[in-house]
């Protein structure tokens, strides 16, 4: 309101997040383009007709860590469940084999013992025979049942139950652990600006965006790479629907690598050999099939697993002609960060052509800075003395 009265220029005005506007309400006349790589870096990629479905049984670890958390805590209750079930079974056949449910009945009823030594002591039925199953595999040992020297059996088969539920847990455990440690759970924390911007920096187009890091743990070696992901057709007739391009970037200290303790924008110049040398502003809009997509990757300092964050920047959301406002300030002898403007941009001159125009014809920077809207106003500071000299002093 303030930028249509006039009274605060609109070069000078920050843009509204994209939280506010939402996306249904901008266009309706196109659907938008369906995402490579979603915004939480999810990748929207449907595999169908998976003929060799016994490829995910040779590496059953994997599949168990992959799957979803009600599917592993029902393996997990089962895996236990049905093994007490098999071995509580084994148990009442080794019982019913030897004669020790007939014995029992003799003894309930009053009978002799007549020197009888069972196989397991106290087993009188099958649900006897399943709480000595749990007994024996997560060793609780209440000392009413146990093994005697009858029967050899039943001493392999103790030694086969201990050994498979030493497995069982071993692979149930560390499939639980591997999934509550699994590397996109840091990721949560690393977060990118909602937009990407294009602006002008040392007098050339520059693609950026802003990355930053919510915990004090440092990402240690941390590297970012960006790609450009669009359908382009080859000179035989080739249709490549999601062809792939890696294009180069420019940080704060130089290369790929970056030291992420605070937000960092990270710069792409657009030069002869980037695939965005012909991209304008005409060319950023929801019809445009353009996606750019970012890659952040590194080792988390407190577990040392590594870690990958992605997300994309479809064509309409990347704002021409402005650049993030700062975050980082110095207060009380530290350097502080507001992530409340993370996503904020701000209106700059930038000409309105693309990397390649621009190239050809550097007078439009010269044309654009000379113009009202490309100036620079300073503002003048008065001074004021700190002292005064009286009169009386002079004299």
Request: glycine residues 6%.
């Amino acid at each position: 309101m303030l930028s249509r009265k006039g009274i605060i220029p609109e070069e000078y005005v920050l843009t509204r997040l994209a939280e506010d506007v939402p996306d249904h309400a901008r266009y309706r006349a196109r659907e938008r383009r369906a995402r490579f790589v979603g915004k939480n870096g999810a990748c929207n990629v449907a595999h169908k007709n998976i003929r060799e479905q016994g490829r995910f049984l040779q590496d059953v670890f994997t599949t168990l860590v992959d799957l979803k958390w009600p599917h592993t805590l029902l393996i997990f209750t089962m895996s236990f469940l049905c093994t007490w079930l098999l071995f509580g079974m084994g148990w009442w056949l080794i019982a019913f084999a030897h004669g020790d449910l007939d014995h029992s009945t003799q003894v309930e009823q009053g009978g002799d013992p007549g020197g009888f030594v069972p196989c397991v002591t106290s087993i009188q039925s099958f649900t006897s025979a399943f709480l000595f199953s749990i007994e024996v595999q997560v060793t609780i040992g209440f000392g009413g049942r146990m093994v005697t020297e009858e029967c050899p059996a039943a001493i392999l088969v103790l030694i086969v139950q201990n050994i498979v539920g030493l497995v069982i847990n071993a692979i149930m455990l560390g499939c639980i652990f591997m999934k509550t440690a699994q590397a996109h759970r840091r990721a949560e924390t690393l977060i990118f600006s909602k937009h990407a911007v294009i602006a002008l920096r040392e007098g050339k187009l520059c693609f950026m965006l802003r990355v930053g890091d919510l915990r004090k743990s440092m990402i240690i070696s941390a590297t970012i790479r960006m790609q450009v992901v669009k359908k382009t057709t080859s000179l035989e007739g080739e249709v490549v629907p999601l062809h792939q391009i890696d294009i180069q970037m420019e940080n704060p200290v130089g290369g790929n690598s970056i030291f992420l303790v605070a937000p960092l924008i990270v710069c792409h110049v657009i030069d002869q050999n980037s695939p965005l040398y012909d991209i304008s502003p005409l060319h950023l809009n929801h019809q445009e099939d353009l996606e750019v997509i970012v890659i952040l990757e590194g080792v988390v300092e407190t577990t040392g697993i590594t870690t990958q964050a992605r997300t994309s920047y479809l064509a309409d959301e990347i704002l021409w002609g402005q650049r993030f406002v700062p975050v980082v300030a110095e207060e009380d002898g530290r350097y502080s960060v507001d992530y409340s403007k993370f996503g904020n941009t701000v209106k700059v001159p930038t000409p309105s052509c693309t990397a390649r125009e621009l190239e050809e014809n550097r007078s439009i920077i010269d044309t654009m800075l000379q113009s009202p809207k490309g100036t620079i106003r300073k503002r003048t500071v008065r001074l004021k003395p700190k002292f005064t000299i009286s009169d009386d002093f002079l004299f």
